[in-house]
């Protein structure tokens, strides 16, 4: 970056020289332009109040066949006198400035020589201080990119240090991550048996339901064929059936809600197609979430 930064200065040093010479080739070239204009010999009709003399007490030259003579407008003359009048006021102004750079210079050389002292003598103390301190005289400058150079390395040191640690710990978490991908499919299978065997014990809840609506018919149809009131022994049956399904039924939804906590996808058959007792339900069954 540095060696790009000098050859842009080394070129751009090169145009400007470039843009000189040639902005004086065009200053040159002007003035010659000029000069050879003025060297033409063109005929003037002049009134003799129009000649001036400016040579020679104003006296008018024998003959105007001279090649030191010039032909000059009023106009022209009158923008002369104004520009010598602006010189003269621009002259006054260049001297009035020069009078107070002249007088800032004494009191900048004043303070330079004042500043010059103070110098000498700190340039001394330091000298004394080295003499104190190391018995000879230090480069302070190399010294300080000395302490430099260190101070870069160690911190080099540092980061390479903090770079180790943080590839330690991202290797750890990796394998933590690993971990627990692992335990996460794990965990799945595991859900995924237990919907299986919900689904299972789902079709045992209905099939017990159906075993009981159909006991619970025979039983209401034996009191109300034989007797209006039934016998002491169809009550006693009748309670004993339902006090084992309602047992079964909590069992079954206590294992549902676990299920539910737990979180996951439940399986359960279709409605419309009862199975036998034992049997797994079939694929088409529908998915319900937990949450």
Same mark, same amino acid.
């Given at each position: 970056m540095?060696?790009?930064? =000098?050859?842009?200065k080394?070129l751009?040093? +090169?145009l400007n ?5 040639? &902005?004086q080739?065009m ?17 003037? /009709? ?8 400016l ?7 024998d ?6 003579l *010039?032909? %000059? ?6 923008k &002369?006198?104004?520009r ?11 001297? #009035? ?8 210079? $004494?009191?900048l ?5 004042? +500043? $010059?002292?103070l110098?000498?003598?700190? =340039?001394?103390?330091?000298?004394e201080?080295?003499?104190l ?7 302070l ?11 870069v390395?160690e911190l ?8 180790l /640690?943080?590839?330690? =710990?991202?290797?750890?978490? =990796?394998? +933590? ?6 335990t996460?499919?794990?965990?799945? %299978? ?10 299972? $014990?789902?079709?045992?809840r209905?099939?017990?339901?159906r075993?009981?609506?159909q006991?619970?018919?025979?039983v *209401? ?5 034989g007797?209006? *009131?039934?016998? /002491?022994?169809?009550?006693?049956? &009748?309670?004993?059936?339902?006090a084992?399904?309602?047992e ?13 906590s737990?979180?996951g996808?439940?399986? #359960?058959?279709?409605?419309?197609f ?5 049997e797994?339900p079939?694929e ?6 937990? *949450?």
């Amino acid at each position: 970056m540095q060696r790009r930064i =000098e050859e842009h200065k080394q070129l751009s040093e +090169k145009l400007n020289n470039a843009l000189s010479l040639s &902005l004086q080739a065009m200053k040159t070239s002007k003035g010659e332009k000029r000069k050879q204009l003025n060297m033409l010999h063109t005929l003037v /009709a002049l009134r003799c109040s129009q000649v001036q003399c400016l040579e020679e007490d104003e006296k008018c030259p024998d003959t105007f066949r001279r090649d030191d003579l *010039v032909v %000059v407008s009023d106009h022209a003359l009158a923008k &002369l006198r104004h520009r010598i009048e602006e010189l003269a006021e621009e002259k006054r102004d260049r001297r #009035t400035n020069l009078k107070e750079m002249k007088m800032k210079l $004494q009191q900048l050389q004043r303070e330079r020589s004042a +500043k $010059q002292t103070l110098h000498a003598q700190w =340039e001394e103390k330091v000298y004394e201080a080295m003499l104190l301190k190391f018995g000879r005289i230090v480069n302070l400058e190399l010294l300080e990119s000395i302490s430099g150079c260190r101070e870069v390395e160690e911190l080099k040191e540092r980061l390479r240090m903090e770079e180790l /640690a943080w590839e330690r =710990e991202i290797r750890k978490r =990796e394998k +933590k991550i690993l971990s627990l991908r692992e335990t996460l499919q794990s965990r799945l %299978v595991h859900n995924t048996h237990l919907l299986h065997d919900l689904g299972d $014990q789902e079709d045992d809840r209905q099939e017990v339901e159906r075993s009981l609506s159909q006991a619970t018919q025979k039983v *209401v149809s034996r009191m109300y064929d034989g007797s209006n *009131v039934a016998t /002491a022994e169809d009550r006693r049956n &009748l309670k004993f059936l339902i006090a084992a399904q309602q047992e079964e039924i909590d069992a079954l939804q206590a294992e549902v809600s676990l299920l539910r906590s737990k979180g996951g996808y439940l399986y #359960t058959p279709s409605p419309s197609f009862p199975h036998k007792r034992g049997e797994r339900p079939s694929e088409g069954g529908r998915r319900k979430k937990f *949450v």
